[in-house]
């Protein structure tokens, strides 16, 4: 028999599922969420010992090129902890220094080679990290060329390349993923291709441990959204957690009118308006601090939901205006009709660029231009697009009154687009760059872009139907298209580039 010390005293009456909405604690959702700290890279620097009895100056030489890398990745990389615990030569190096990176529990391992190594003595460092962090390989030397002066010791000292060369050779044996920088020790731009990486690692590490609340399902008919929920899990990341009708609804009822008229006289007298009234404004108000509650109360990363004949009619307002109010002054991201996918890409995209995102549809081609109309379903922060004004929505799906939408065009300048695809086992990612350019924002009650592309448009459009996508698209002010291919790398999917 155990005894009473062993067992759990606390009341499980008190401790429910969140579905069952009683009070108390929920033993399947978080009570505190613990955001992600900084990453801790490793910086595995070598040289080889058998080097420095047949020239004892070129050691030292190797010591100051490694530091000089550790210095520049600690200024590039400056929101990280960088751990480097000095120059590995021999394999009890490789002994210590791994055991020092399993300690620290690092995330990425960056991999210089400051003269030829063997690859046992790297390997015995990579395996003693424990926790099988992501590899990055950085090909380096002194030099953007070779000086016709250089002498044995020099070439010795620019070896790197013959030593990673073997590595990868080894590593594709292995089965071994990893990632490649080459560039010269003093390159910034190496540096900040690292940087990239980096960050790209940080928001897919991010992912796996999202929670996106999903109101509602896919949009009826919707084919191309709909997903399986363990294939998210299993490759974008987070985790998608089915959120019944009445848990927002019971918040909606909770909702204070002081809370509906403060909020909702903020935004009426913030814009110009047209075709709808402050009783419009307070009832897509009173869903938005709804839609805020909820993500609070179940500590949620992102919010999925569907309108239309759901919280449309059950509420009796759309719920487009709490998705852009979340996104403008909380930097949560929330789509709709079910688009999980899409949710995903909005974090990204967000992540990168530091701009909230505009989910867009497809629209038509402007030959004259070169460029693709795309036509919004109103998730958009107001920061996006020129002088925005509030307006009816454009669709009426069983709400009172006008409903409440934006009216606006995107600003110009450089943007990325992309989307994500279930196919098959696994997913595939489209991206696309282009630039939203200076055009008469149309009176259709609803946001909207003029994005120019580089091949010719029906070229483009082509590309794209060839290969398959979803109708919605996510769209942001930057440019990181190349972010995000590595992203598809460590999420272990497909991608696809169309310009």
């Known amino acids: 028999m155990l005894k009473n010390d062993n067992i759990d005293t606390r009341s499980k009456a008190k401790i429910t599922s969140f579905e069952s909405e009683e009070c108390g604690s929920f033993g399947d959702v978080l009570g505190r969420r613990c ?71 690092i995330d990425l391992l960056i991999i210089v080679e400051g003269t030829y190594i063997p690859d046992f003595i790297t390997i015995h460092a990579i395996n003693r990290c424990g926790t099988k962090p992501q590899l990055v390989l950085f090909s380096s030397q002194t030099g953007r060329d070779v000086s016709p002066k250089d002498n044995y010791v020099a070439t010795m000292r620019n070896s790197a390349l013959i030593g990673i060369s073997q590595l990868t050779g080894s590593f594709r044996k292995m089965k071994q993923d990893y990632e490649v920088v080459v560039g010269e020790i003093n390159e910034s731009r190496a540096y900040r291709e690292i940087k990239s990486i980096v960050n790209a690692y940080r928001s897919v590490k991010r992912l796996k441990t999202s929670t996106y609340g999903l109101i509602g399902h896919v949009f009826r008919g919707m084919y191309d ?31 204070s009118e002081k809370e509906v008229h403060a909020e909702a006289e903020k935004l009426f007298s913030r814009f110009e308006h047209k075709k709808i009234d402050l009783d419009d404004v307070k009832r897509s108000c009173r869903v938005g601090l709804a839609m805020k509650k909820l993500h609070e109360k179940y500590q949620l990363d992102g919010l999925c939901f569907l309108g239309q004949h759901y919280i449309e009619k059950m509420t009796g307002a759309p719920a487009r205006m709490g998705a852009s109010m979340m996104l403008e002054h909380d930097r949560v991201m929330v789509a709709c009709e079910g688009d999980i996918g899409g949710l995903v890409m909005m974090q990204l995209l967000y992540d990168f660029t530091g701009n909230t995102p ?9 030959h004259k231009h070169n460029a693709l109309f795309l036509l919004g379903h109103g998730i958009a922060s107001s920061e996006l697009g020129l002088n925005p004004i509030l307006t009816c929505s454009p669709e009426e799906w069983g709400f009172k009154g006008g409903g409440l939408n934006y009216e606006m065009i995107m600003k110009p300048g450089p943007v990325t687009m992309g989307h994500f695809l279930n196919v098959g086992e696994s997913w595939q990612m489209l991206i696309s760059e282009g630039e939203s350019i200076d055009f008469p924002c149309l009176p259709c009650d609803e946001i909207h872009a003029m994005i120019r592309v580089d091949a010719p448009i029906e070229e483009y459009v082509k590309k794209v139907l060839e290969k398959g996508v979803a109708h919605h698209l996510i769209v942001a002010h930057g440019s990181v298209a190349e972010e995000l291919k590595k992203v598809a790398r460590f999420m272990r999917i497909e991608h696809e580039i169309i310009k």
């Open 35 to 105: 955001r992600n700290g900084k990453l801790k890279i490793g910086l595995l620097g070598l040289g080889y010992f058998e080097y420095w009895r047949m020239y004892p100056q070129l050691e030292r030489i190797v010591k100051n090129d490694l530091e000089g890398v550790c210095q520049k990745l600690t200024e590039t990389l400056g929101d990280c902890k960088l751990i480097y615990p000095g120059m590995v030569d021999t394999l009890d190096r490789a002994e210590a220094v791994g055991a020092e990176f399993a300690r620290e529990q």
């Open 358 to 366: 505009f989910q867009a549809e497809w629209g038509q081609l402007d």
């Open 225 to 255: 959204l709909e997903f399986d929920t363990a294939k998210v899990k299993g490759f974008l990341g987070p985790e998608v957690m089915t959120v019944q009708a009445e848990h927002i609804i019971s918040l909606w009822e909770k909702v």
